[in-house]
């Protein structure tokens, strides 16, 4: 067990709702990132939260967006699904953001858009 | 948006074997060369990682092997075992942001 819990595991959702997953960083970390996991694919990386504020966004578009609060858990928030938005979603969490600092990845939350 | 390359797709080794797994990466920005072993319903967990001005990493039975110059670098898994049985995906990272490759499904045959 990582220590860093994502909610809720699997929901289904139809295209053009929004969605907010939830994720809970190991204790002490304060850093989060989410990334979207398709099936058969790797983790691609959609952006991370450093300290409440985001550090960092990979080629994902604006409908996707973040939360951190200062406990240091995190949102994400995805409006308009489409259907290519079903994936698994992974949070993962680490002490600092540097390159080299161990990421520690939650179970994922399994999207289904339809 | 994929910079890494991973190969081969899948892989079926027999217990004992040696399993090799190959990442090639575009970006020489690039300082940080993880690999991830994901087990079915589960999230990526850290297996070793390597900084480029190291050409090799050894712990236990897995080894990472890096060429810089090739932007190369491979995963061995030696006297594999059934257990090993996982998708292996290798990531490569600048700061914050880390690329992966599209993983490899290995399969250890008792």
């Known amino acids: 067990e990582t220590g860093v819990t994502q909610s809720p595991t699997h929901l289904i959702k139809t295209r053009g709702q929004q969605v907010t997953l939830r994720c809970s960083s190991q204790s002490g970390h304060n850093t989060v990132s989410w990334y979207q996991q398709a099936l058969g694919q790797g983790p691609q990386f959609i952006f991370q939260?450093?300290?409440?504020?985001?550090?960092g966004r990979g080629n994902f578009p604006p409908r996707f967006s973040g939360l951190q609060f200062p406990n240091y858990s995190s949102e994400l928030n995805v409006n308009a699904l489409e259907l290519d938005d079903s994936a698994l979603y992974l949070c993962a969490s680490s002490l600092g953001h540097g390159s080299g600092n161990t990421i520690y990845f939650g179970e994922g939350s399994w999207l289904t858009v339809v | 948006q994929q910079q890494v390359k991973q190969s081969p797709q899948s892989l079926i080794v027999q217990k004992g074997g040696i399993s090799i797994i190959n990442c090639a990466y575009e970006?020489?920005?690039?300082?940080?060369f993880p690999w991830y072993q994901q087990f079915p319903g589960k999230g990526p967990a850290l297996l070793i990682a390597i900084r480029p001005d190291v050409s090799e990493k050894k712990e236990g039975r897995f080894t990472i092997s890096f060429n810089k110059s090739a932007k190369q670098f491979s995963l061995h898994i030696m006297d594999s075992q059934p257990g090993d049985s996982a998708t292996y995906f290798c990531?490569?990272?600048?700061?914050?942001?880390?690329?992966f490759g599209a993983g490899t499904r290995l399969t250890v045959k008792p």
């Open positions: 939260y450093y300290r409440e504020e985001e550090n």
């Open positions: 970006n020489t920005a690039f300082d940080y």
């Open positions: 990531a490569a990272s600048k700061n914050n942001d880390m690329r």
